[in-house]
């Protein structure tokens, strides 16, 4: 029996495999998708509550998900599946000085990689979100552009048009080898076959580790706990996804934001973090993000609160991804490490793999890899993570 030749092996179904199957086939290319998981998007990806924002500290960051906004903000139009897209902003808010700061030395950044974001004081802000707690409120950022959608919706959008277009995808499927011949990729090997390629892009989110060893490699990936919640559907009275960095017991920062069907969905970055891969929900969590919720906001006191969950973040030792080509193995790419935010820069990281792929960068794709470079020194940190 022949072995099956694809243009690219993807390993991992999710947040970025789904775009990057997608945009590789728009392009012409024959990708295969692998994914232990009965059906796309049910990693980590169907834990993400949706958030989509250019808004970052990165001009790396800030490009792929300028490039991110951009499709999902025109993809019903284009291609007729409604993924919930909503476009309500987000608004960084201050209420001391230090956070203030951070917040504007930032904004010469993000406004020179062409981010519609700017500072609001107080009473301008209080416009935009009459519902914020005015005491001690110095004013915010906010970048109108930004917003949300359905991760489930557009995992399944990605996966039915990607297949449309030629790509395959093995789901109930475990990657057991990556096949080497002098010193590059020939094919992969799972538990139920083989396939040949000279391209294999690691996708594989918090597993994205032990992806790389079945190569002989090895990522600085290790994934940790965030949990999140859900409100019931009430009319909406919020814009924004509103971020508070102030650092509190227990928790680095949260937010939250009303998703189009009305519902608040709200998460919390623990600190210390919660190394590891249980997804169990805890009892801890409603009690901790609570307060601080209500504090910010205090109409939110009166929703009830339907469900709360646990998703995984792959996280870098400096809050950056890891996109590049493997040195020590020609054909093997990486697109790990998204540190909790795969699903926003998953359509633009897909589109910049395609062209990988293809040997089609521009100048400003050399810039990107480069600040995410798998060989990079690591010491930067992400500062609005």
């Known amino acids: ?70 499709v999902f903000s025109t993809w019903e139009e284009t291609y007729g599946d409604n993924i919930e897209w909503y476009q309500g902003g987000y608004s960084f808010v201050a209420y ?37 707690n005015p005491e001690g409120l110095r004013g915010g950022t906010y970048s109108p552009g930004d917003g949300s959608a359905s991760p489930l919706l557009s ?9 449309e277009r030629g790509a395959e995808f093995r789901f109930n499927e475990r990657v057991t080898g990556i096949i080497r011949r002098r010193g590059r990729v020939v094919g992969v090997r799972t538990d139920k076959g083989g396939y ?28 940790d706990s965030h949990e999140a919640g859900i409100t019931e559907p009430v009319a909406r ?62 109409k939110l006191a009166n929703l009830k609160v339907r469900r709360t969950w646990r998703g995984l973040y792959p996280m870098t030792p400096d809050g950056f991804p890891i996109v590049g080509w493997a040195r020590e193995l020609e054909g093997y790419l990486y697109a790990v490490g998204m540190c ?5 820069l998953g359509p633009g990281v897909g589109d910049l793999l395609s062209r990988m792929v293809r040997g089609e960068l521009t100048p400003e794709d050399e810039e990107i890899l480069e600040e995410l470079s798998p060989y990079r020194s690591f010491g930067a940190e992400e500062k609005l993570k």
């Not at 998460?267 to 901790?288: A, H, K, N, Y």
Request: with cysteine; hydrophobic share 45%.
């Open 1 to 70: 029996m022949t072995t099956k030749v694809y243009d690219a092996i993807i390993i991992g179904a999710g947040s970025v495999g789904l775009p990057t199957a997608f945009f590789m086939a728009q392009a012409g290319l024959k990708p295969l998708v692998i994914d232990g998981f009965a059906s796309p998007g049910q990693g980590s990806n169907k834990a993400a509550i949706g958030g989509i924002r250019a808004t970052h500290s990165a001009p790396s960051k800030i490009r792929l998900c300028l490039r991110s906004i951009e």
């Open 96 to 132: 001391r000085e230090r956070e203030e700061r951070i917040l504007k030395d930032l904004l010469k950044v993000q406004q020179a990689y062409g981010l519609d974001i700017r500072w609001l004081d107080k009473d301008d802000l209080l416009e935009v979100i009459p519902d914020l």
């Open 155 to 163: 995992a399944h959008a990605f996966y039915t048009r990607a297949k």
């Open 196 to 223: 040949a390629t000279e391209v294999v892009v690691n996708a594989a989110g918090p597993w994205a580790r032990q992806v790389a060893q079945l190569a002989g490699l090895d990522v600085p990936v290790t994934p």
């Open 237 to 298: 009275f919020v814009e924004p996804m509103v971020v508070d960095i102030r650092p509190a017991e227990g928790s680095k920062n949260y937010y939250f934001y009303q998703h189009r069907t009305g519902a608040v969905v709200f998460c919390i970055t623990p600190e210390p973090p919660i190394v590891g891969t249980d997804r169990r929900e805890t009892s801890v969590f409603l009690p901790m993000i609570a307060p601080r919720m209500i504090d910010l906001m205090p």
């Open 340 to 344: 909790g935010q795969g699903y926003m």
